[in-house]
C-alpha cells in the first residue's frame, strides 16, 4: 500500500483546487484596490491582513506584478512594500518643465554611499572611511531629501546616533532592496574601480533592516524615560510642598504684619486720645 501511496499520490480535490483559484483571484482584486487608493508605499502585511485567509500573498503580489509588467504602469517592490507606479519607458509622458533641483555635492554623495553600504553608520565611521570631515550641512541635506533616517545610538562612549537609508532612497533610485546595489565585481565591470585594489578590500554587504543591531541603542530608551518621569515627578511634588510652605510663611508674614500695624494704630489712637484729654484739663 506505501508503494501504491507513492506512485500514485493523493490529488486535490475539485472543491480544493476551486477554492484556490478563487483565493487567487480575490486577493488580486483586494490588493489592486488598496495599491490604486495608497499614495505611499503599502506593507505587504497590511495587504495580507485584508485578504482572504487561503491566499498566499506573496504569490498574489507576484501574479500582479507580472500581469502590469507590460502596462503603462507597473507594480514594484520597495524593501517589504508594494507601489505602482508609471512604466520607466512612459516616464517622459509625465515630465514637465520645472527648476532644475540642485545637485548633491560630490561629499553628499559619497556619504550617501557610506551610508547605504555600511549602515548602520556614526558620523565618525563616514569620516574614517571617506578621510575626510564632513560638515553638519551635508548630514542635514541627505535626512531632508528623505533618503538617510536616524536609526539609533552606538552602545559606545558618547553613545553616537546611527544612519541608515529609507524606502525613499530605494524608490528614488529604482530599487526593490537595499541588496540590489551593485557589489565589487558589478562596480569593477561598470570601470569604477581602476588599477590594482589594496589587498583585502570587500564591498560589504548592504543590510537596512528596521531592526536595531546588537551595537545600537534606541534613540529614546525606554528605561531612562519612565525613570525621567518618575523623577520628574518626585521634582514635581517637592516643588509643589516648596510652594505651599512658602505660601503659608508669606501668609503667617502678612498676618503678623496686619496684627501689629494694628496695635500700633491702636496704640496711636490711645495716645491721641490721651494728647486731647490733656488739652482740655
Same mark, same amino acid.
Request: charge should be negative.
Given at each position: 500500500?506505501?508503494? #501504491?501511496? !507513492?506512485?500514485?499520490?493523493?490529488?486535490?480535490?475539485?472543491?480544493?483546487? *476551486?477554492?484556490?483559484?478563487?483565493?487567487?483571484?480575490?486577493?488580486?482584486?483586494?490588493?489592486? *484596490?488598496?495599491?490604486?487608493?495608497?499614495?505611499?508605499?503599502?506593507?505587504?502585511? &497590511?495587504?495580507?491582513?485584508?485578504?482572504?485567509?487561503?491566499?498566499? !500573498? &506573496?504569490?498574489?503580489? @507576484? @501574479?500582479?506584478?507580472?500581469?502590469? *509588467?507590460?502596462?503603462?504602469?507597473?507594480?514594484?517592490?520597495?524593501?517589504?512594500? %508594494? #507601489?505602482?507606479?508609471?512604466?520607466?519607458?512612459?516616464? %517622459?509622458?509625465?515630465?514637465?518643465?520645472?527648476?532644475?533641483?540642485?545637485?548633491?555635492?560630490? /561629499? /553628499?554623495?559619497?556619504?550617501?554611499? #557610506?551610508? /547605504?553600504?555600511?549602515?548602520?553608520?556614526?558620523?565618525?565611521?563616514? @569620516?574614517?572611511?571617506?578621510?575626510?570631515?564632513?560638515?553638519?550641512?551635508?548630514?542635514?541635506?541627505?535626512?531632508e531629501?528623505? %533618503? !538617510?533616517?536616524?536609526?539609533?545610538r552606538?552602545?559606545?562612549?558618547?553613545?553616537? !546616533?546611527?544612519?541608515? $537609508?529609507?524606502?525613499?532612497?530605494?524608490?528614488?533610485?529604482g530599487?526593490?532592496? #537595499?541588496?540590489?546595489?551593485?557589489?565589487?565585481?558589478?562596480?569593477?565591470?561598470?570601470?569604477?574601480f581602476?588599477?590594482?585594489?589594496?589587498?583585502?578590500?570587500?564591498?560589504? $554587504?548592504?543590510?537596512? =533592516?528596521?531592526?536595531? $543591531?546588537?551595537? @545600537?541603542?534606541?534613540? &529614546?530608551?525606554?528605561?531612562?524615560?519612565?525613570?525621567? =518621569?518618575?523623577?520628574?515627578?518626585?521634582?514635581?511634588?517637592?516643588?509643589?510642598?516648596?510652594?505651599? *510652605?512658602?505660601? &503659608?510663611?508669606?501668609?503667617?508674614?502678612?498676618?503678623?504684619?496686619?496684627?501689629?500695624?494694628?496695635e500700633?494704630?491702636?496704640?496711636?489712637?490711645?495716645?491721641a486720645?490721651?494728647?486731647?484729654?490733656?488739652?482740655?484739663?
Amino acid at each position: 500500500m506505501a508503494e #501504491i501511496a !507513492v506512485l500514485y499520490p493523493q490529488q486535490p480535490s475539485d472543491d480544493e483546487g *476551486a477554492g484556490e483559484v478563487a483565493a487567487m483571484t480575490e486577493g488580486k482584486r483586494i490588493a489592486e *484596490a488598496l495599491l490604486f487608493a495608497a499614495t505611499d508605499p503599502v506593507e505587504q502585511k &497590511e495587504l495580507a491582513k485584508r485578504m482572504p485567509e487561503e491566499a498566499d !500573498v &506573496e504569490a498574489v503580489l @507576484e @501574479e500582479l506584478k507580472a500581469e502590469y *509588467a507590460l502596462r503603462g504602469i507597473n507594480l514594484v517592490r520597495v524593501g517589504t512594500k %508594494w #507601489i505602482f507606479r508609471t512604466a520607466a519607458d512612459l516616464g %517622459w509622458l509625465l515630465s514637465r518643465e520645472t527648476q532644475e533641483q540642485k545637485k548633491l555635492s560630490r /561629499a /553628499a554623495l559619497e556619504t550617501l554611499a #557610506i551610508c /547605504a553600504y555600511h549602515q548602520p553608520v556614526t558620523r565618525a565611521e563616514i @569620516e574614517d572611511i571617506r578621510g575626510v570631515a564632513i560638515s553638519k550641512g551635508t548630514m542635514d541635506v541627505l535626512i531632508e531629501t528623505g %533618503w !538617510v533616517r536616524l536609526r539609533g545610538r552606538r552602545k559606545a562612549p558618547g553613545r553616537p !546616533v546611527t544612519y541608515g $537609508t529609507t524606502d525613499a532612497f530605494l524608490l528614488h533610485f529604482g530599487l526593490e532592496q #537595499i541588496t540590489d546595489l551593485p557589489g565589487l565585481e558589478e562596480l569593477k565591470g561598470a570601470g569604477l574601480f581602476d588599477g590594482r585594489l589594496p589587498s583585502g578590500f570587500g564591498v560589504p $554587504t548592504p543590510n537596512d =533592516s528596521a531592526e536595531l $543591531t546588537d551595537s @545600537e541603542d534606541p534613540l &529614546e530608551d525606554d528605561a531612562t524615560a519612565d525613570l525621567f =518621569s518618575e523623577m520628574t515627578d518626585e521634582v514635581k511634588a517637592q516643588a509643589a510642598a516648596d510652594l505651599d *510652605a512658602a505660601i &503659608e510663611a508669606v501668609e503667617d508674614e502678612e498676618a503678623e504684619a496686619l496684627v501689629a500695624k494694628a496695635e500700633a494704630e491702636a496704640e496711636g489712637q490711645a495716645e491721641a486720645d490721651e494728647d486731647e484729654g490733656h488739652k482740655r484739663g
